[in-house]
């Protein structure tokens, strides 16, 4: 989404930060054969009455009502239960516990669009491969496609722009080389959310030129739009989806017949709707005694979050509904997908009110099915999956009840299985802890992961920061951070930002923590440190300025007495230049004490 933010929102930065593949042993058979006798099937088309499927080395061997078990495979009685294929979240950013998250709900596929590339590589191996795993599957756009200073610039993750149509051809190509399954183009200036345009985007020219390279690079090319114009412009152009709604106004029949002409589909994305317009649907379902227990604290976190904006947005939701529904009632291609790695939403949990919002927007629970399973394989091209049919990986979920009837079934998962595995759905953990001890500064060269740029693009600024790794006082790593803050942002800045857990400002326990030590040295301009904690991430945050010379200075900060510093939910400590012009500064030997 592209949406204003205040200042201490410059943290949601996207860091892609990647969990190790291995897994532990899951309860169950221990192996990739499973027989689930008696059970209603989804089959990915339609529902079939009380039948038997069977798995033998990790894909759907057969179905039948009188199907023959073989000796010594392993029974799971159905009988109450439906059986549907592992389900496929078409919108993700998917990054740290993103995937395991995800399968934990039974979601088995993520379609993300936008992360580090450099999680490709690793994702493909996964996913052509049978063994047991404890994430989902995930394909990716990569690195995203728009302008300079436009939406997907601000999250402080240095990225190529396109500027010139004439560059299109070899940016697609640069995508592709390093890994992206399909391209992902923007076209938001962020008008639908402030009324008047606050950011660049491509030009008319440059869409059309990036579609074409796409296409001639056998890709699909999908638009993240938000206007009901840009919509027009961008089908027309021969985008192949749309991956938000249009949700500014209700769109006349004219759209809605151009893009069923043009055969594209939509992914309405209404959670991230939802939370736009405050509709507390996050809130909700993690109040659903069904998906409660399995969502991690990081989780509950994410689902009771909302954008801070204006209430004149609130009819986001009830126009993307009413959009939807249109499209549905001339015969477009939805598929379900949340923007999952925003407020409001959770990777995994939220498909399941995703579902349930298809619904309401006039799809039948069947079609909401269709949605989430065989509708994005077929129009992502993943032939293995999406339906439950011979010879076809046995990524599958249990539910009690019918989703066929009552949508929400969905929620009450009895098993999830991964490539014939069956998936330890691990309870409720503790927070996250952090303790005493020195913070890394790097990695192999590079910021540890742990750090990143924050800036005022966020909300529109045109602000600069890049991280770097130089030597400190002793030899060792040092953080150098250098930049420039333009004027012009209501608030603006640019600098680094810490974050202590796995993800960008999950809460983690610092309550064993009293101050935070390190050592600064720039360029004689102020500093601020923003301390954000709490159970409410936008709240506002612990403040100390940062005087910097050219000498290394030892900082220390009292977290424990700070005001608005709340350690038993350390979430973020940022350090930002504010004074208009070029700023650099290096940090080294951080330690929290």
């Known amino acids: 989404m592209n949406l204003p933010k205040p200042r201490w929102l410059s943290v949601l930065v996207l860091v892609a930060l990647s969990g190790a593949a291995g897994a532990a042993e899951p309860a169950g058979d221990g192996g990739d054969d499973v027989a689930i006798r008696d059970v209603r099937v989804f089959d990915g088309q339609r529902m079939l009455p009380t039948t038997t499927v069977l798995v033998r080395d990790g894909r759907i061997a057969a179905i039948g009502p009188k199907l023959a078990i073989p000796a010594g495979v392993p029974v799971v009685e159905g009988a109450g239960g439906t059986l549907l294929p592992g389900l496929i979240d078409a919108h993700t950013h998917s990054y740290g516990e993103a995937r395991r998250d995800a399968l934990r709900f039974g979601v088995t596929t993520e379609l993300d669009m936008f992360t580090d590339h450099r999680l490709i590589a690793e994702a493909r191996k996964e996913r052509e491969g049978h063994a047991r795993s404890d994430?989902?599957?995930?394909?990716?756009?990569?690195?995203?496609?728009?302008?300079?200073?436009?939406?997907?610039t601000e999250y402080g993750l240095a990225i190529p722009t396109l500027d010139d149509p004439a560059q299109a051809e070899g940016f697609v190509r640069d995508r592709i080389g390093e890994g992206s399954d399909y391209i992902k183009l923007v076209v938001d200036d962020g008008a639908a959310y402030s009324g008047k345009p606050r950011i660049p985007t491509l030009s008319d020219a440059s869409v059309q030129a990036t579609i074409a390279a796409a296409h001639r690079q056998k890709k699909l090319a999908m638009v993240h739009?938000?206007?009901?114009?840009?919509?027009?412009?961008?089908?027309?152009?021969?985008?192949?989806?749309?991956?938000?709604?249009?949700?500014?106004?209700?769109?006349?029949?004219?759209?809605?017949?151009?893009?069923?002409?043009?055969?594209?589909?939509?992914?309405p994305t209404l959670s991230v709707m939802a939370t736009l317009s405050r509709a507390g649907e996050g809130a909700k379902l993690a109040a659903d005694p069904r998906i409660a227990p399995m969502l991690q604290p990081a989780q509950k976190d994410a689902l009771n979050q909302t954008f801070p904006l204006p209430k004149d947005i609130d009819q986001h939701l009830p126009n993307a509904l009413e959009n939807v529904r249109r499209l549905h009632a001339a015969g477009v291609t939805l598929l379900a997908g949340t923007d999952a790695g925003n407020p409001g939403t959770t990777h995994g949990a939220s498909q399941h009110a995703e579902l349930a919002l298809l619904v309401q927007a006039g799809l039948s629970p069947l079609e909401a099915l269709r949605a989430a399973t065989s509708a994005p394989a077929e129009r992502f091209g993943l032939s293995d999956r999406g339906r439950i049919a011979p010879g076809l990986r046995a990524d599958l979920v249990l539910v009690d009840g019918d989703p066929g009837t009552d949508i929400t079934a969905t929620r009450a998962i009895r098993t999830v299985w991964k490539n014939g595995y069956s998936v330890a759905r691990v309870a409720d953990k503790p927070m996250?802890?952090?303790?005493?001890?020195?913070?890394?500064?790097?990695?192999?060269?590079?910021?540890?992961?742990?750090?990143?740029?924050?800036?005022?693009?966020?909300?529109?600024?045109?602000?600069?920061?890049?991280?770097?790794?130089?030597?400190?006082r002793d030899?060792?790593?040092?953080?150098?951070?250098?930049?420039?803050?333009?004027?012009?942002?209501?608030?603006a800045w640019a600098g680094a930002i810490l974050f202590p857990g796995v993800e960008p400002m999950a809460a983690t326990d610092a309550g064993g923590v009293r101050e935070l030590v390190l050592r600064v040295r720039?360029?004689?301009?102020?500093?601020?440190?923003?301390?954000?904690?709490?159970?409410?991430?936008?709240?506002?945050?612990?403040?100390?300025?940062?005087?910097?010379?050219?000498?290394?200075?030892?900082?220390k900060v009292p977290l424990a007495s700070l005001p608005n510093v709340d350690l038993s939910r350390l979430r973020g400590i940022s350090l930002a230049a504010a004074a208009p012009g070029p700023f650099a500064f290096a940090i080294e030997a951080v330690e929290l004490r």
């Open 225 to 267: 739009v938000a206007q009901v114009k840009d919509a027009q412009k961008v089908i027309d152009a021969g985008a192949d989806g749309l991956i938000h709604v249009y949700s500014d106004r209700v769109a006349d029949e004219t759209l809605v017949a151009a893009i069923k002409r043009r055969g594209a589909f939509v992914t």
């Open 135 to 152: 994430r989902a599957d995930l394909w990716s756009a990569g690195t995203l496609v728009t302008a300079k200073g436009g939406h997907g």
């Open 522 to 555: 720039g360029d004689g301009k102020p500093l601020t440190l923003l301390v954000f904690s709490g159970a409410d991430m936008y709240g506002r945050p612990g403040m100390q300025q940062v005087e910097t010379g050219s000498e290394w200075r030892e900082i």
């Open 475 to 491: 030899g060792g790593a040092a953080l150098e951070v250098a930049g420039e803050v333009v004027a012009g942002s209501p608030n």
């Open 432 to 472: 996250p802890r952090v303790g005493v001890g020195a913070v890394e500064l790097s990695r192999d060269g590079q910021p540890s992961p742990n750090w990143s740029a924050t800036t005022d693009q966020m909300i529109g600024g045109r602000s600069q920061s890049k991280l770097a790794v130089g030597r400190g």
